[in-house]
């Protein structure tokens, strides 16, 4: 049973901007107005349908909804597909912030996330060597899949998106945010090229296929999907796990996702942009536990590692058996991992050094049994991106057992 406590109504409608503010918006809005008819004559539509297009995957937005919850640090999100929408709302404890339109390209200063929602190239992500969970960059766009005009409540801001990129005021709507919800994102099905039943039944179909997303999220614990019909809850709780022989810098811990279980290695480790600018990331290595505390690889568990993770799941298969994530930089479509950066081949190259650790922290905690060799991976379907993984993986594996005496 879901508990229906709304936000105190009255006094987030009482939430203004300030008048610095309120005249940022106003000149946002004129900017926006102003690129549209500016990109009119170059060919708006079809602009807009090319980045709509390379969307493969259905619903592609609610991954991009669920990573911006997380970095707005809620721990707590909701879905709920209705007749006419989708209402995606959340607890997060980062506002959302307007700038200055007339610099919101300059170099030294990131852009506000109202100025970057409402832009086709602008991020908040700037000097980040590595990617993060975006502050509405390119992906949010993936949104235009269903809607035409997006409704953003995060008082005191409160506006819809129309023709893409404009902004525009709008009153907060009673009864959308419950107890503690700070963000909601009202999606409604009014595109003509996507009728609302087919929308209606896209989402509905997609929904009933989302497995548990909450793994790698550093914030989100817990996502309630809720429908005519379904109420689905992914829950996540954490366990650190002290190893025999403590390896520095390492974290092992057991995720409970549900009725599911994780072991999950993460390590901080030094990464150099193609710029020469240095930062630390994180990567993790996880092994999926069958109900009988055994490391498994069994199909029901497939989409746990059939894909690379980058937060959330990719659509770059590894063919490992193991799960691998890591901050890569990618297509905008979150599809693909861009295989000539060398950011990407120093994270590959991190996580097959976490691997190789992972194995023998197994080993020590009595993970590494005969039905191990029902996971390890067959060299020919490796993807080559992760082949130093599997043989590394494979080698270890090996010696584990010839030291056991298997």
């Not at 994270?347 to 005969?370: F, M, R």
């Amino acid at each position: 049973m879901l508990h229906k406590a709304f936000t105190d109504f009255r006094y987030l409608q009482n939430l203004n901007f300030n008048m610095e503010e309120k005249n940022w918006f106003a000149a946002l809005t004129n900017k926006r107005l102003n690129t549209v008819e500016t990109l009119k004559e170059a060919g708006l539509n079809t602009f807009i349908n090319h980045i709509i297009g390379t969307y493969h995957e259905p619903a592609h937005f609610i991954y991009e909804l669920l990573q911006n919850a997380d970095d707005a640090k809620a721990s707590k999100a909701r879905l709920e597909l209705k007749k006419d929408g989708i209402l995606f709302t959340h607890n997060g404890k980062i506002n959302f912030t307007i700038t200055n339109p007339e610099y919101e390209r300059e170099q030294d200063a990131a852009p506000g996330h109202i100025n970057a929602i409402t832009a086709f190239s602008l991020s908040g992500k700037r000097d980040k060597p590595v990617s993060s969970i975006g502050k509405f960059g390119i992906g949010f766009k993936s949104i235009f899949q269903y809607t035409n005009t997006p409704h953003i409540y995060n008082p005191p801001y409160c506006f819809k998106i129309e023709q893409f990129i404009v902004p525009h005021e709008i009153k907060l709507q009673d009864g959308l945010l419950w107890d503690k919800e700070t963000t909601a994102f009202w999606l409604p099905f009014d595109k003509r090229e996507k009728p609302l039943p087919q929308a209606y039944t896209e989402i509905s179909a997609r929904l009933k296929e989302i497995k548990n997303p909450l793994l790698f999220l550093k914030n989100l614990d817990t996502l309630d999907i809720i429908n005519s019909i379904i109420f689905t809850r992914f829950i996540k709780e954490i366990e650190e796990i002290e190893p025999i022989v403590p390896s520095p810098y390492i974290k092992i811990s057991k995720v409970k996702l549900n009725n599911d279980t994780i072991i999950k290695f993460s390590q901080k480790v030094k990464i150099i942009d193609q710029s020469a600018k240095t930062c630390f990331q994180s990567v993790n290595v996880g092994f999926v536990l069958n109900e009988a505390g055994h490391i498994t690889a069994d199909e029901e568990y497939k989409h746990y590692f059939k894909h690379a993770w980058c937060y959330l799941p990719t659509m770059h298969e590894t063919r490992l058996n193991y799960i691998l994530n890591a901050p890569f930089l990618l297509s905008p479509n979150r599809e693909t991992i861009k295989e000539s950066r060398t950011e990407n081949k120093q994270l590959i190259a991190a996580l097959n050094q976490l691997a190789s650790i992972a194995i023998d922290c197994l080993d020590q905690l009595g993970y590494i049994t005969e039905s191990i060799n029902n996971t390890l991976p067959v060299l020919k379907n490796v993807t080559a991106d992760f082949m130093p993984i599997a043989k590394t993986i494979i080698t270890k594996i090996k010696a584990v057992k010839e030291r056991q005496g298997m």
